[in-house]
C-alpha cells in the first residue's frame, strides 16, 4: 500500500502550529478547452473526439503537532518532476517535501510528458502543462485555506468483487484498498482518499475520447455517498495490475494466453468505478474516527537508471 497517514513527505512547517489535528480538501478542473489529443504513453496521441467526464486535481490537506502536508491526485497519465516542481513553488507555505503529488494514471488524458514525435519535437502542449501546474498550486493553496479542526479514520481491506486482475497473472495482485477519510468535529464530511492499483484504462486513448476513466464514476460516487471530495491516488500497477473489464461471458480470445475481449464503454467504466467506492466505503465504516492523530512526515530522494534512448529524450 502507498499511503498509511504516517508515511507521506517530510521537513518542518511553515504554517503555525496547531494543537488539534485539522483537515482541508479543494478541487481544480483540468479539462482542457479546447479538447487535446489524449495519450496512453509513447507514440503519437490519438486525436479527441468527445469528452466523458471532465479531469480534475484533488487535493486534500491535513495538519497536527506542528506538522503539515498536502496530497495531490490529478486524472492525468502523468507529471513529470519538473512539473511538480513548478506546482510547489506556487504554495510557499509548504516545503517541497511536504507535498505529495500523484496522478491516476487515465490513459484517456493529454500528454504532460511531451513525448517525443519521431520528427524533433514533441506530442505535449506546454500551455496545457503550465495551466495544470497553475491549477495544481492552487488547489493545494485553497485545501490549506481550509484546513479547520478535524477527525480523521484510516482503514485497510479487501476489495471484493471484478474490479481489478493483473493481466499477465490474473490472480497475482493486491486486492487491498487503504482509505482515508476526514470530517469536521459537527459531523460534515472534508474528504475520502483512496489508496488502490489499478490501470485507469477502461476505454483507452484509442477511441479518442477525453476521460477520467474509471475515476470520474468512483469520485462521483464516493461524494454522493460520504459527501466532501474524493480524492484517488493509484498503488503498485506493476506490470501490469489494470482494471477488469474482461467480458468473460464472450469467452477469450486466446485461451492459452488467457487472453479476453475487454468491454471499452462508458457504462464499464461506471460499474468498475462505482464498484470500488462502495467497497472503499464499506472498508472505512467500521474504522473509528479518531480526534488527534500523529501525522509525521518523511521523505528521501531517490533516482533510478534509464537507459531508453527515447525517454532521454523527453
Known sequence: MGLPLGVLAAGGTRLQ?????????????????????????????????????????????????GETVAIAGLDLLGFPSVLGDRARKLAPRLAPEQILIGVTHTHSAPDTYAYPDGKGGHTGSLEYMDFVAEQTGAAI???????????????????????????????????????????????QAIGTLVNYAIHPEVMGSEQGI????????????????????????????????????????????DSLRADWHDSR?????????????????????????????KLQNFSKQVQFPVQSDAMWRC
Not at 466532501?228 to 506493476?238: D, E, R, T
Open 210 to 253: 477525453l476521460s477520467p476513466d474509471l475515476c470520474g464514476p468512483l469520485y462521483d460516487r464516493l461524494e454522493e455517498k460520504a459527501g466532501g471530495v474524493a480524492l484517488f491516488m493509484n498503488s503498485a500497477q506493476g506490470g501490469m495490475v489494470t482494471a477488469d473489464n474482461r467480458n468473460l461471458d464472450a469467452g477469450p480470445k
Open 265 to 293: 464503454s462508458w457504462s464499464e467504466c461506471e460499474r468498475i468505478g462505482r464498484q470500488l467506492a462502495e467497497e472503499s466505503l464499506r472498508i472505512a465504516g467500521p474504522a473509528p474516527w479518531e480526534r488527534n492523530p
Open 17 to 65: 502550529a496547531s494543537a488539534g489535528f485539522e483537515a482541508g480538501a479543494a478541487k481544480r478542473l483540468i479539462t482542457p478547452d479546447p479538447l487535446l489529443p489524449v495519450s496512453g504513453g509513447m507514440g503519437i496521441p490519438a486525436p479527441a473526439k468527445s469528452k466523458q467526464g471532465d479531469l480534475t486535481v484533488r487535493v486534500m490537506a491535513f495538519r497536527s503537532g
Open 141 to 187: 493553496n485553497q485545501a490549506l485555506d481550509r484546513l479547520q479542526p478535524a477527525e480523521l479514520r484510516v482503514a485497510s481491506g479487501e476489495v471484493k468483487g471484478k474490479v481489478a486482475y493483473n493481466y499477465y497473472a490474473p490472480d497475482l495482485y493486491d486486492r487491498r484498498a487503504g482509505v482515508l477519510q476526514a470530517r469536521v468535529l459537527n459531523g
